[in-house]
């Protein structure tokens, strides 16, 4: 269910990016090359997030997928393009002047794409496809061409030029930038780049709590922020706790060893997957249990409405990952929207767990390319104030309390990875 959150606008990436975004002890503004030679510290951007409802059943039911969106530029001259941020899959594609099949293809966009009008731009004479889990799926030429994130130029990064796009959802996003963990190689994966222009391999995730996507009509701005290098440490208190990732695994992919609520545990041992594309935390039956016994008899498990009334007296729950302990308060058990509440936690195999941005929120966290770990950190804000998820959001209010709230929510109850890309199929 939902949630997401953040501190993002489609604009100002160069405002985003600006002093505040660099250390101090930085290099040059502006290019730095991809050889290593000049490294930045670190750079910041806000995402847009949007929960969509997919159309995908893979198991019975639709599911909701969590999407946040970024800025970037391409090409030269460049253009400006919002493209969705997936931890959960490896490549990197756009929208192009070359689409010419699927619905994707005719929507309007602002700015569009072109290889043949961009000086920089290189065929590599290679096509590829990618479907992901919410019926998403596009083919597309590879070209290499200069990427822009928040002032820092990648030249000779390999995008995908879709030429044909089916776009299921609608999802006002000009395509994707998979940051799938290292070991998946992909031909238009972008850290191997990336990586270069920075000191740390690191990506870092801020959501912003008090701003709910949940059935917006379309991004919702300042949903977050996302940090490309060293982490920033004025989101974060104390040190990250590092899980080590299966490093056979195409995602980021820990284990959760068990859960306690009220003294209770339930063990689990279960692969979790940390992944910014889903937005509830799904959880084993037996985990799942222990959360509906804590918020009593009002709860929906279907739609994951309970009565707010108890919310405020949910027991803290414990996570134990990789031997570590992690503490989810009341306040990060439940989404409010429009005076509802909702549990963020669904059921979903005993096999399997997803750990999206409902449960990603209540932290700091940083995917680690360097040695393929994830850190979780207690966030700043929460040292020096209290979140309360009953006063107000933003982000809902223009959405319409009517629009088919319940029709998607309804379907959330299988589990299914978001925007799970099929790899390897060059
Ligand atoms: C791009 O260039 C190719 C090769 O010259 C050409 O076939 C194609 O029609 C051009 N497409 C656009 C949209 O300019
Ligand atoms: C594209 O860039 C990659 C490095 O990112 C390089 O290995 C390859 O030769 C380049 N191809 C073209 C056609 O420029
Ligand atoms: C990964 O790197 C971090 C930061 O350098 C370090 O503190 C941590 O112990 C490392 N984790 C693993 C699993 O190697
Ligand atoms: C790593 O993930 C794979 C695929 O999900 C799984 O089969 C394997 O058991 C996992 N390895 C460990 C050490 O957990
Ligand atoms: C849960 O909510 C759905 C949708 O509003 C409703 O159809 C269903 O009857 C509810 N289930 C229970 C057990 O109240």
Redesign the pocket.
């Known amino acids: 269910m939902a949630f997401p959150l953040g501190a993002a606008c489609t604009v100002a990436l160069a405002a985003a990016a600006g002093a505040q975004g660099v250390h101090a002890a930085l290099a040059q503004s502006g290019s730095v090359s991809a050889d290593g030679v000049a490294r930045r510290s670190s750079i910041r951007l806000p995402f847009d997030a949007v929960l969509r409802a997919s159309n995908a059943a893979t198991t019975g039911a639709s599911n909701l997928y969590q999407t946040l969106a970024a800025t970037i530029q391409l090409g030269t001259p460049p253009v400006t393009l919002s493209v969705v941020l997936d931890t959960g899959s490896p490549s990197f594609w756009v929208t192009s002047a070359l689409c010419v099949q699927g619905n994707g293809c005719q929507a309007a966009r602002k700015q569009l794409y072109n290889p043949n009008k961009s000086s920089t731009a290189a065929s590599t004479g290679l096509v590829a496809q990618r479907s992901y889990g919410d019926g998403t799926s596009v083919q597309f030429e590879i070209f290499n061409d200069t990427l822009s994130i928040a002032g820092v130029d990648v030249p000779n990064q390999p995008v995908g030029a879709a030429v044909y796009f089916k776009d299921p959802t609608h999802a006002a996003t000009d395509g994707l930038i998979g940051l799938a963990p290292p070991n998946v190689r992909d031909p238009v994966g972008v850290f191997g780049n990336l990586r270069s222009a920075f000191t740390r391999s690191m990506v870092s995730f801020y959501y912003n709590r008090k701003v709910i996507s949940i059935d917006a009509s379309g991004l919702v701005p300042n949903a977050g922020e996302i940090t490309f290098g060293e982490p920033n440490r004025d989101r974060m208190a104390g040190e990250f706790a590092w899980l080590p990732i ?4 195409p ?1 980021w ?1 820990t ?1 959760v060893d068990s859960m306690t609520v009220n003294g209770v545990t339930a063990q689990a041992n279960v ?1 979790a997957l940390i992944d910014t594309g889903t937005t509830d935390a799904i959880i084993t039956p037996a985990l799942f249990a222990l959360v509906t016994r804590a918020i009593g008899s009002s709860l929906n498990v279907t739609t994951q409405v309970f009565d707010c009334s108890v919310a405020k007296s949910l027991p803290p729950i414990t996570f134990r990952m990789s031997g570590m302990d992690f503490l989810i308060p009341w306040q990060n058990q439940v989404i409010v929207k429009n005076g509802v509440c909702y549990t963020i936690f669904s059921q979903g195999s005993a096999t ?1 767990m997803i750990l999206g941005a409902s449960f990603q929120r209540g932290f700091y966290t940083t995917f680690n390319f360097d040695n393929s770990s994830i850190g979780i950190a207690r966030l700043a804000e929460d040292q020096t104030g209290s979140y309360d998820p009953f006063e107000g959001n933003m982000g809902s209010t223009k959405n319409g309390a009517g629009r088919a709230r319940s029709g998607s929510v309804a379907a959330l109850a299988s589990l299914v990875v978001a925007l799970a890309a099929g790899i390897a199929l060059l």
Do not use: D, K, L
């Open positions: 299966n490093s056979t695994a995602y992919q284990v692969q399997e």
